[in-house]
């Protein structure tokens, strides 16, 4: 089993910054996936953006050049910066890792709020 903690949501005003951990504990394969999903009420989960053991991230469009993810791979934690942040970048958003053998792990998600 895995088990992932977020922290670092909270509400914060257009424009501005804001910084989540995502820390992973148990059974985590040497070869792994990290990533951050997001939901709003009423919507499906999306994907927000990703990151291999090797270093290499993956964003959605809506995000790219405004979110980074990186990770620290001795401490088994992803951060994901947001910069610019938007109102509709309003949502829970959630830690995923993905180990080799495809099982996934999710985390119990941190609330964004981004106000106008």
């Known amino acids: 089993q895995v088990q992932l903690v977020e922290s670092g949501g909270g509400e914060v005003q257009a424009g501005g910054s804001l910084r989540l951990s995502c820390a992973a504990s148990?059974?985590?394969?040497?070869?792994?996936?990290m990533g951050w999903y997001r939901q709003t009420p009423g919507k499906q989960r999306e994907f927000v953006a990703s990151?291999?053991?090797?270093?290499?991230?993956y964003y959605a469009g809506s995000v790219k050049g405004r979110f980074t993810l990186s990770r620290d791979n001795p401490k088994n934690t992803a951060y994901l910066q947001m910069n610019s942040l938007k109102p509709e970048d309003t949502a829970i958003y959630y830690c995923?890792?993905?180990?080799?053998?495809?099982?996934?792990?999710w985390g119990q998600g941190t609330q964004v709020t981004v106000s106008s």
């Open positions: 990151i291999t053991n090797a270093g290499s991230p």
């Open positions: 148990g059974s985590i394969f040497a070869i792994n996936t």
């Open positions: 995923k890792l993905t180990n080799s053998d495809a099982g996934d792990y």
